[in-house]
């Protein structure tokens, strides 16, 4: 059975991740510092006959028992808040955490993935609007964000320099806002920041207007999408996402209803001056690659991130 190692393995992902990847029989080594994740999130996994745990900062060199099939570089904090409270260790994760995670795949003849992200495309314009892969960005490099921004778009460039120079086999996901159980609900999201406020019948804080867009996708459709783009023949980037765009006020608005909140909606000053505007992706290529869609609604996913998060918050 084929053997993977995933870093960043005890976050919101990579967690979830794990579980894909154990129910298809696999083995898996998660490696991860606590950095944003937590042990909670694996804590089901313990006794788990094929799964493994190493806590480590994957910046800094380390071995993995056995032979490697896949090694997946997730790794890396994810939320804007972070971006402002943990600036170099989101730089280390997308530089020397990426070589570490290249080395270790070369060392084992292993198929690298990368987590790459919407944000290399920046703040697009609306000629690029919905984002494709051959959009090159509009990016800030000294920003709050362009710790995050640049880091991941100098991981994208570290993969392709290791594909084209050691002919390593790598595969790069650029994945949009997704979200459901197991993010830390302190962790700053919208989706996470609106559904603690709203069942904590806390004002909702909207930033600035509320009419930037995002595209949110389901945790376990964009899980689906990785596996099949891991093992699938594109080298070249993928976008994961959904392309259903809704306003931040109207997310806003959607969980009110379904917590049946009396939360009032206030508006906030946004703390970051580089965020994009409007963000969609264009996943016809992984339509047509991957024969991937996603297929959980909006609400239906909403529903259950309110149920966990109830569950977290013990309300
Ligand atoms: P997360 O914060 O829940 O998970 C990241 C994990 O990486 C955490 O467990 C953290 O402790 C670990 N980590 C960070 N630095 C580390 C280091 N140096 N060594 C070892 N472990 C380290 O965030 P997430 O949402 O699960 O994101 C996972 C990946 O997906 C990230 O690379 C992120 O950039 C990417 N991504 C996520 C989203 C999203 O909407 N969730 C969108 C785009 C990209
Ligand atoms: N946002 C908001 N209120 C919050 C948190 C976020 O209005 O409490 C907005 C934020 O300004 C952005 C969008 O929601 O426009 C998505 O933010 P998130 O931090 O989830 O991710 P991003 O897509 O910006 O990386």
Redesign the pocket.
């Given at each position: 059975m084929p053997h993977v190692l995933v870093?960043?393995?005890?976050?919101?992902?990579?967690s979830n991740l794990c579980d894909r990847l154990l129910e298809e029989g696999w083995e898996v080594t998660a490696?991860?510092?606590?950095?944003?994740?937590?042990l909670k999130?694996i804590e089901h996994l313990r006794d788990h006959e094929r799964f493994r745990f190493i806590e480590?900062?994957?910046?800094q060199p380390f071995e993995v028992n056995g032979s490697l099939d896949y090694v997946m570089?997730?790794?890396?904090?994810?939320?804007p808040p972070?971006f402002t409270t943990l600036p170099l260790?989101t730089l280390?994760?997308g530089s020397y955490?990426t070589h570490c995670m290249l080395e270790m795949a070369r060392a084992h003849g292993a198929r690298f993935f990368l987590?790459?992200?919407?944000?290399i495309y920046g703040d697009p314009p609306p000629e690029h609007h919905p984002q494709s892969e051959g959009y090159r960005g509009h990016v800030s490099c000294t920003g709050v964000r362009s710790v995050?921004d640049e880091a991941?778009r100098y991981a994208e460039a570290a993969t392709m320099a290791c594909h084209r120079t050691w002919g390593l086999d790598t595969r790069i996901v650029r994945?949009?806002?997704?979200?459901g159980p197991?993010?830390?609900p302190d962790?700053g999201?919208v989706v996470t920041n609106f559904i603690c406020q709203a069942l904590r019948g806390e004002p909702l804080t909207l930033y600035g207007d509320g009419s930037q867009t995002r595209s949110f996708c389901y945790v376990s459709d964009l899980i689906e999408g990785f596996v099949r783009l891991l093992l699938s023949n594109e080298t070249e980037p993928v976008n994961l996402g959904t392309d259903e765009e809704f306003s931040v006020r109207h997310v806003a608005e959607r969980i009110i209803a379904l917590t049946g909140s009396s939360s009032e909606i206030v508006t906030a000053p946004n703390p970051f001056d580089d965020e994009p505007r409007q963000r969609k992706p264009d996943i016809s290529k992984a339509k047509r690659v991957l024969g991937w869609e996603p297929h959980i609604e909006f609400e239906d996913g909403l529903r259950r991130t309110i149920a966990y998060l109830k569950n977290e918050l013990e309300l």
């Open positions: 870093s960043g393995g005890a976050g919101f992902l990579g490696a991860d510092n606590l950095l944003t994740g937590r999130n480590h900062d994957v910046t570089h997730l790794a890396s904090p994810a939320s972070d260790e280390r994760a955490g987590a790459s992200t919407s944000e995050y991941k994945i949009f806002n997704t979200y197991r993010m830390r962790d999201r």
